[in-house]
Each structure stands twice: as structure tokens, then as C-alpha cells.
């Protein structure tokens, strides 16, 4: 594996980290030991940035990766985040009517102890805002996360989907050591402005969704997604987009068999190459899987082979919205 800095904080993390969501939410039935062998599989590989959230599963995910990480704390840069509540306490997507950001100081006092309860663990290595609710002054919101780093509760901040108005004055209040934001072959919004922002302020970007949730590894048959799993109502899973989706799928693919890679490894090394203080974090729950994503840091992209990707992705535009109109009008506040 190799190690990337995150932010200005001499912090070390794999140049791949892990997405966690999917192991207890939103993609359907998951099978929890599965689940914990592929989390000791990523410390085998080196894998030390996982990534989860209190709203996955509303807790279950932080307490399954508390079952692996109460023998190798040491060994793991843990991230979580708040912001997300369940009316009725509920689990459920962020599309939901039930669903709602709270980004209130109030609530971060709540929800960061019951993040460390189910994590079973003492700090948080990096705390997310998981949205800018706004209905809340970001200073407000940063202000008291950056009371839990003053507490020893959190050592680093960080924000996801947020707009480079808000970055700026969060990294005013206290260093942001990291933007998360969906970022991958199909999801390119966040260049330009905000991830200039990000770079101009020493901040990581953490991309979430670096496959596209599958789309473009040309190995998803959507047709057998559980009912369960939200990527059904995602623009990018219907009509006319899907099949633009699932041919420029197709195309990637034979461009990565002749890199002598998956398209997932492929996908991931284009990621890596748009800078080094990126650091993505797929997810998945299959130590296969994992194994496969963690070999895209072995892959170096030339110039020509940039050239070649944008021309595939160019042939194929009718990408579709990366969410819902209801998720859309939660990010970049």
C-alpha cells in the first residue's frame, strides 16, 4: 500500500481508504462477519483509513466496526460523522421526508458521545460535518467541533459537500483537514471552484463514491439490486441514463483490459492521479473486492492515457444527476 499526508496534519493514510457505509445501509442485505473479514483483510493490506458515519444503519455501522477495532485501535484512522437525524428514530436514506441535517452545537455534544460509545473508543481521529445544515452559521457548527478537539474527543475536522464559501469560513474558525465530496469518472462537479478551494487551503479531498457506486467497474448488474438498495431511485440507474451508463462502462472496461487492469482499478488510478492530496475511499464488503481496489495504487496514468479516458467518457455524455432533486438541494451549502 502506499500513504498519502492528510491535510497539513503529517498524518499518514492509505492512498485508498474504505468506505464502510455499504456493510450495514443502503445497499441492500449485508452479512456482518462477511463484513468483518474484509475489515481484517484491510489491515492485512495496509488499509488504515476507514470511513463510516452514525447514520449508517442509524449506529449499526459504528458498531460493527467496533467489534474489529477494540484489538487494533493502533492500527486505524477512523473517521465519522454527524448531521443526519431520523424522525421516529428510523433509519433511513438521506431522500427520505423522515430524514433531516442538524448541524446545531446542541446536537454535536449529543451525537459525538454516542458516536465514541459505539465505536467503543475514546477519540475520534477525524469528525465530519456530514452537511452544512443550513439553518445553522457554519462558524456555530465548526465552533463546537472544534470544542470536542480542545475536549480530546476529536483530533481532526473535516466537512462533506460543502461549498467553498462555507470551507473558507470553517478553516477560519479551526484547519479543515478534509473536504469529503462524491468525486469519480462520473461525478466531476466539484472541479474548479471547490476543489481549488481544498487546494489552496491545504485541505485533502476524500471522494466518496469513486466507482460511481458501481456504475463504472462494468461489473454491477442492476438488474438484481435488492428493492432495498437506494441506488434504484438514483438518476444515474434509469432509462436512457443507464444505458449510456452501461456502455460507457463497456468502453472503459476494454480501455483497462488493455492497461492490463479492472475498470475499478482503472476508475480508482484516475482519482489518484487528479492530485495527491486526494484520497478516496471506496466501499465494499467483499474481501475480493477490496483486494482489487487496493491494487489501483500499483497503476500510473500517462498523459496520453488521461487523454483517452476523457475521450471515452466524452462519446458517452448522458451520465444523469449523481442524486435525487431532494439530495441535490443538500449539498454544496
Given amino acids: 500500500m502506499k500513504y498519502r499526508e492528510l491535510g497539513q496534519t503529517g498524518e499518514k493514510l492509505s492512498a485508498i481508504g474504505l468506505g464502510c457505509m455499504g456493510m450495514s445501509f443502503a445497499y441492500g442485505s449485508s452479512d456482518d462477519q462477511q463484513s ?172 466518496y463514491s469513486p466507482l460511481a457506486r458501481g456504475l463504472v467497474t462494468n461489473a454491477l448488474n442492476v438488474d438484481q439490486l435488492e428493492d432495498s438498495d437506494f441506488r434504484k431511485m438514483l438518476p444515474r440507474y434509469q432509462g436512457d441514463n443507464l444505458k449510456n451508463n452501461q456502455a460507457l462502462a463497456s468502453a472503459f472496461a476494454a480501455f483497462a483490459q488493455q492497461k492490463k487492469a479492472t475498470a475499478a482499478q482503472l476508475a480508482l488510478a484516475w482519482v489518484l492521479a487528479q492530485g495527491d492530496g486526494i484520497i478516496p475511499i471506496p466501499g465494499t464488503r467483499k474481501i475480493n473486492r477490496l483486494v482489487e481496489n487496493a491494487g489501483a495504487v500499483d497503476f500510473e496514468l500517462s498523459a496520453s492515457d488521461l487523454k483517452t479516458i476523457d475521450e471515452i467518457l466524452a462519446t458517452y455524455p448522458h451520465v444523469g444527476a449523481r442524486y435525487t432533486e431532494t439530495q441535490l438541494k443538500q449539498v454544496n451549502h
Fill in 36 to 207: 468483518m473479514d474484509t475489515l481484517h483483510k484491510a489491515l492485512d493490506l495496509g488499509i488504515n483509513f476507514w470511513d463510516t458515519a452514525d447514520m449508517y444503519g442509524n449506529g449499526a455501522n459504528e458498531e460493527l466496526l467496533a467489534q474489529v477495532l477494540q484489538s487494533n485501535r493502533d492500527k486505524v484512522f477512523l473517521a465519522t460523522k454527524f448531521g443526519f437525524r431520523f424522525k421516529g428514530d428510523l433509519a433511513q436514506h438521506s431522500n427520505s421526508k423522515d430524514t433531516y441535517v442538524d448541524g446545531s452545537p446542541a446536537w454535536i455534544r449529543v451525537a459525538v458521545e454516542n458516536s465514541l460509545k459505539r465505536l467503543k473508543t475514546d477519540v475520534i481521529d477525524l469528525y465530519y460535518a456530514h452537511r452544512i445544515d443550513p439553518n445553522v452559521p457554519v462558524e456555530d457548527t465548526v465552533g463546537a467541533m472544534a470544542d470536542l478537539v480542545k475536549a480530546g474527543k476529536v483530533r481532526y475536522l473535516g466537512l462533506s459537500e460543502a461549498s467553498p464559501e462555507s470551507i473558507r469560513k470553517a478553516h477560519a474558525i479551526h484547519p479543515i483537514a478534509a473536504l469529503q465530496s462524491e468525486y469519480s469518472l462520473l461525478s466531476r462537479d466539484i472541479e474548479g471552484e471547490i476543489l481549488n478551494t481544498t487546494r489552496e487551503l491545504g485541505i485533502s479531498l476524500v471522494p
